[in-house]
């Protein structure tokens, strides 16, 4: 938490000038017990009208002056809080952009959400109630006990008692609630954990009818989150009842020995009540106070999980920034020598001994069972993943010492699942590349066989694109991101099964429109289905992660088992070529 502080550096100026308003504010309140015996004591005890006028309005203009001090701190904190969260978030979100694939495997997407919203709120609220209090309180408490002092030495002596009395219960409760509120914390990472997988996977969950399961896992965990509140609630809610007993027993000593000494003379009736303002001042700033240390101790504990995230080191080191395109472009785009790829936390190797040279402007197939590799394959080319063995290089440079900005510019992925941005088409296409013309976007789509949903849409490049693409169909969705990916131009072009959806005859569309592009870039297709890939110049067979066939479609089905398998399995099923 103490690194993040230095994000509030650039708002010292308000940090500094909150308290000090709050302060003011205090020394006008410890005055108004003294303008009230003041009017106690000799506006009423002598029936001097004119006297208590001018003490009335000297309370309203106390109060009046009090208002402007509060309300101009509150400005204050607010401005440092809120400024201060700003800042951690854009901090937290370019260090996440930072990150590589396998640091955010491994800290997960949910609860990087919960620490970018939840979290920062938290630190958020404690800072601007830090900000508020933890000088006006204290000040209160002690400035009312020298101000009892001021009026009676015996009296005051009651406040000696209660004060350290009242602290112990107000600081016991706090310090058994904190720990309980960290347990609150977590539970609600996984409530939004299992929020955010529900709602993600609304359609998965419906079309398997697992709405019941789903409902009582939530419902499970809710109720966890639910009663871990309820008790950090009901232990919070002892400190009422109790505090105002001990206030309450205070008062009424206050009070009963007050009334002897009037009687006695040694003490006024203003003094007493004086006295007992000072007591109740006392017992809600104590409150406050308590309110506030568990606001600092949740903050302190969210601001440790943030910080835990900017801890994380990016694994993967940017290599030079010399720019490739100056060099001459080499024989061969992509090899990759003897490569392995394990995934950190995964036990096997997902990917053994790949060993592939792709030559400039060919397509290459890639082909395999599910979980063969296929992805990790490609995964490596843009530099997603580290090779844990071996290396990869891209136009004859190893991709570790590229920069990573110029080699991921030459290279365009379409995954396997469609994504695409809530806006226009034009905007979504121009994620390509900024300055797109929409003569280059219209290119685009119509190599990516999109050109006639662009078309159908009222709008065209203009029609709104719902986020996720919910407004499209799956097919749409595929063809939109593939004119996204040629949008840039690029020397080399991913796609990742990521013309499933498509049916063949467009498949085969698309795939002699990008060999037959200006420039046309070195392609890798993913796909499980033989005919998608068997024109290329060369396919890669993979099964269990590891190379069992490299060559054309014809050498392959003489040569490659495995292969041979997918291809008749596909070609009987049809009853066709596949
Ligand atoms: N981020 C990851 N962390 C850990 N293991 C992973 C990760 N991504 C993939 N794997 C594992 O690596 C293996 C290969 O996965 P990959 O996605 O490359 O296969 P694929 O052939 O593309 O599969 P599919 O055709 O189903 O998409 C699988 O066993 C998978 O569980």
Redesign the pocket.
């Known amino acids: 938490m103490k690194k993040l502080l230095i994000y509030l550096k650039a708002y010292r100026k308000e940090a500094c000038l909150a308290p000090i308003f709050k302060m003011l504010e205090a020394v006008f309140e410890l005055f108004v017990p003294l303008v009230i015996k003041g009017i106690i004591d000799y506006g009423i005890a002598a029936e001097d009208r004119a006297y208590c006028l001018r003490m009335g309005l000297l309370l309203l203009l106390l109060a009046v002056i009090g208002l402007a001090m509060a309300t101009t701190a509150q400005w204050f904190s607010a401005r440092a809080a809120a400024g201060f969260a700003a800042k951690i978030k854009q901090v937290l979100m370019e260090h996440i952009q930072k990150l590589s694939?396998t640091e955010l495997?491994t800290i997960g997407t949910s609860t990087l959400i919960t620490r970018m919203t939840s979290d920062v709120n938290q630190v958020q609220t404690g800072t601007n109630l830090v900000l508020r209090l933890f000088m006006r309180s204290p000040f209160i408490v002690f400035g009312s006990m020298i101000m009892a002092f001021t009026i009676d030495f015996k009296a005051a002596m009651i406040f000696v008692i209660t004060i350290p009395l009242l602290s112990v219960v107000v600081f016991g409760i706090m310090l058994s609630s904190i720990p309980l509120y960290k347990k609150v914390q977590s539970q609600l990472d996984r409530v939004l954990g299992i929020t955010r997988e529900n709602l993600t996977g609304v359609r998965v969950i419906r079309a398997f009818n697992k709405e019941e399961e789903e409902i009582s896992h939530f419902k499970t965990e809710n109720e966890q989150f639910t009663r871990l509140q309820t008790f950090v609630g009901k232990i919070s809610a002892l400190m009422n009842p109790l505090t105002f007993v001990i206030v309450n027993s205070a008062i009424l000593v206050l009070v009963w020995t007050g009334a002897w000494r009037v009687e006695g003379g040694i003490l006024t009736q203003g003094a007493v009540v004086a006295l007992v303002n000072y007591m109740s001042q006392i017992l809600v700033e104590l409150i406050k106070l308590a309110d506030l240390i568990i606001n600092i101790t949740k903050a302190v504990a969210c601001g440790n999980r943030i910080q835990k995230v900017l801890e994380v080191e990016p694994s993967m080191e940017n290599g030079s920034k010399e720019c490739i395109e100056e060099k001459r472009t080499p024989a061969n785009a992509v090899d990759f020598n003897h490569v392995s790829l394990t995934?950190?936390?995964?036990g096997a190797p997902?990917l053994t001994d790949i060993d592939l040279h792709v030559k400039t402007g060919q397509t290459i197939g890639i082909i395999?069972?599910?979980?063969?590799?296929?992805?990790?394959?490609v995964?490596l080319i843009p530099r997603f993943y580290d090779a844990t063995q071996g290396n990869v290089l891209v136009f004859g440079k190893p991709v570790k010492e590229q920069d990573m900005e110029s080699l991921r510019s030459q290279i365009a992925v379409v995954p396997?699942k469609a994504v695409l941005f809530a806006g226009t088409i034009r905007e979504n296409m121009k994620w390509g590349k900024e300055d797109a013309t929409d003569e280059e976007i219209m290119e685009a789509l119509t190599i990516a066989q999109a050109a006639e949903v662009v078309q159908k849409k009222e709008g065209g490049l203009d029609a709104f694109v719902e986020q996720g693409g919910k407004n499209l169909s799956g097919g749409q969705r595929q063809r939109l991101t593939i004119a996204r990916a040629l949008v840039r131009k690029p020397r080399i072009l991913i796609l990742?099964?990521s013309a499933s959806a498509l049916d063949f005859a467009t498949d085969a569309a698309l795939r002699k429109a990008i060999r037959e592009m200006k420039n046309a870039p070195t392609v890798f297709i993913?796909s499980?289905r033989t005919s998608s890939i068997r024109f290329a110049d060369q396919i890669l067979v993979?099964d269990d992660?590891k190379s069992v066939g490299v060559g054309t479609h014809d050498e392959l089905l003489t040569t490659c088992s495995v292969y041979k398998e997918i291809y008749d399995s596909q070609y009987k099923k049809s009853g066709k070529e596949a």
């Open positions: 694939y495997d995934y950190s936390g995964a997902s395999g069972g599910t979980g063969s590799g296929k992805t990790s394959v995964n396997q990742d099964d993913v499980q993979l992660g």
